[in-house]
């Protein structure tokens, strides 16, 4: 019983504070705070203080900054613009061709960012600003940028990946291409629904693809797309870390916007890194509060208790991840990403342990899950962020949503039914 009142205690806090709107990093570390003074963990300063130093002082997280730096400027000098083009001539003569050229821009660049809200606000703005041009439907096409948003976090480079990878000691390489493949099973079945939606509504075909044109987008958009490829292409070949690749992709970028794009001005590079440092501030301080969140979780013993009590109830390896993604989905709705990353990870590893789920696999199944948690209604982050951008309400953002979870539902259950999904393209390179 008292272990029940303990881990009430845990989450019934941070949930009401969330409830009334308090910021994340302040939920987390006000949580903390009041479970120190009102419960059996005794409330030491020194502890405290180190905690929250050594939970943000990691070399792996040195990428989030670089990757966050590097989509930011890629957004800045056009490159986005002409990657875009680039996809659609791709899949444009395609009926809906608009719609696919969202995903398929997601699928190329959005992962850049580092976070789904961050797509949504950036390249989503884009894609949903073309598509109304072109006479799609509002609630059509915010919600094709809305869904096209979350497969950024899978495909590699990624934040939610890179914290997971740090936070379970596992390999941030392997873990990037094992996202591979669930992204893209992600756009395609997207892609499939928007397929379905553009045949009911009568959307027209672009124009008829053309070598030329294809050729010329190609080749204005090549050192953009060399971006991910030198990324992964240097941590596969063994010439640098997943962290290194961060100042590397960084590099790349300040090196070829200047010769093959707009550049930059001195103005717009300080602006860029400007907001490119207080996410990363933002981001350090939520993985700062939920280290001290995060120690006192396991200062409890609450793994230990919630391993017990899962595999008391099963002891199925499919059955067992079927439950957690079911609490991962709760937890998506209410929660920035990171942050329950941060949590959740240190939780449920010593679980997926004791039952022999491989912990690539379960990184995977977990972000996917974080991902779809952001579109989903009352607190989804995506939602309010499209919102903002779009002017569209809530309401409505959330009616024509509906549809498109099933293609991302599906998905995620076939990555977790069938593990290899995830884990044939690391294991074939003899990554596992």
């Known amino acids: 019983m008292a272990d029940v009142v303990l881990f009430a205690l845990f989450i019934g806090i941070l949930l009401a504070?969330?409830?009334?709107?308090?910021?994340?990093?302040?939920?987390l570390g006000l949580t903390s705070l009041i479970l120190m003074f009102t419960t059996s963990i005794p409330f030491e300063p020194?502890?405290?203080?180190?905690?929250?130093v050594y939970g943000s002082n990691s070399f792996v997280l040195l990428a989030i900054?670089?990757?966050?730096?590097?989509?930011?400027?890629?957004?800045s000098m056009g490159l986005t613009d002409e990657i875009f083009d680039f996809a659609g001539e791709?899949?444009?003569?395609?009926r809906g061709g608009l719609a696919h050229v969202n995903v398929v821009a997601s699928i190329i660049f959005s992962g850049m960012t580092g976070t789904a809200a961050a797509d949504a606000a950036g390249l989503g703005a884009i894609e949903y600003r073309a598509m109304r041009e072109e006479g799609y439907r509002d609630g059509f096409s915010i919600a094709v940028t809305g869904s096209s948003s979350i497969i950024g976090p899978i495909i590699p480079p990624s934040v939610p990946l890179i914290m997971y990878g740090v936070l379970a000691q596992v390999s941030i390489g392997t873990l990037f291409i094992a996202g591979i493949v669930p992204g893209l099973l992600m756009g395609i079945g997207l892609m499939a629904l928007c397929t379905y939606y553009a045949h009911k509504h009568g959307y027209e075909?672009?124009?008829?693809?053309s070598i030329r044109r294809i050729g010329v987008t190609f080749l204005k958009a090549a050192p953009a797309?060399?971006?991910p490829a030198v990324v992964i292409g240097g941590i596969l070949g063994g010439y640098f870390t997943a962290t290194e690749a961060g100042a590397v992709a960084l590099f790349y970028t300040l090196l070829i916007g200047p010769i093959f794009y707009e550049g930059f001005s001195v103005d717009e590079l300080v602006t860029s890194f400007d907001e490119g440092m207080t996410r990363t501030a933002s981001l350090t301080f939520i993985v700062a509060s939920a280290a001290l969140y995060g120690f006192l979780v396991r200062r409890a013993q609450l793994p230990e208790i919630l391993a017990t009590s899962i595999t008391s109830f099963s002891t199925d390896p499919l059955i067992v991840l079927l439950l957690i993604t079911g609490v991962l989905f709760v937890v998506g709705l209410m929660m920035e990403t990171i942050a329950a990353i941060t949590i959740l990870t240190p939780v449920f590893l010593p679980v997926i342990?004791?039952?022999?789920?491989?912990?690539?696999?379960?990184?995977i199944v977990m972000i996917i899950t974080l991902m779809i948690g952001l579109l989903t209604p009352p607190f989804g982050v995506i939602l309010f962020v499209l919102n903002a951008v779009t002017g569209v309400s809530l309401e409505r953002i959330t009616k024509n949503m509906i549809p498109f979870y099933i293609p991302l539902v599906i998905a995620l259950l076939l990555i977790i039914l069938f593990p290899n999904v995830a884990l044939w393209l690391p294991r074939s390179m003899g990554m596992l």
């Open 90 to 94: 791709l899949v444009g003569p395609v």
């Open 225 to 227: 797309l060399g971006t």
């Open 353 to 363: 342990g004791q039952i022999g789920i491989s912990p690539i696999h379960f990184g």
């Open 205 to 209: 075909r672009g124009d008829w693809w």
């Open 46 to 52: 020194l502890l405290v203080a180190q905690t929250i």
């Open 17 to 27: 504070l969330y409830l009334i709107e308090v910021p994340v990093v302040y939920a």
């Open 65 to 75: 900054p670089l990757f966050l730096q590097t989509g930011l400027l890629m957004n």
